[in-house]
């Protein structure tokens, strides 16, 4: 299949190398359920995926301590 043969709709290629590498990522989905539909279209950049990734990591690491200081004020109870 040839690039210009791509539907528009359809995720762009990953770039191997130069400045097009920066484009963001997009994702679509549609859901349909009976009479129900839903869609949802993101768009991210590589830079907004790293900040993601490091948040969810400060949260999981946020978790461990709360935690134990729930379970060491209940054994103090």
Known sequence: MADHDSDDTLPAPVPRHGPERQQPARARI???W???SLEADAHI???GLLALGGMV???LL???P???AAG???ARR
């Open 30 to 32: 549609r859901l349909v």
């Open 62 to 64: 946020a978790v461990a």
């Open 72 to 74: 060491d004020a209940r």
């Open 57 to 59: 990591g400060m949260i």
């Open 34 to 36: 009976g009479k129900t």
């Open 66 to 68: 709360i935690v134990r």
């Open 45 to 47: 950049t590589p830079a």
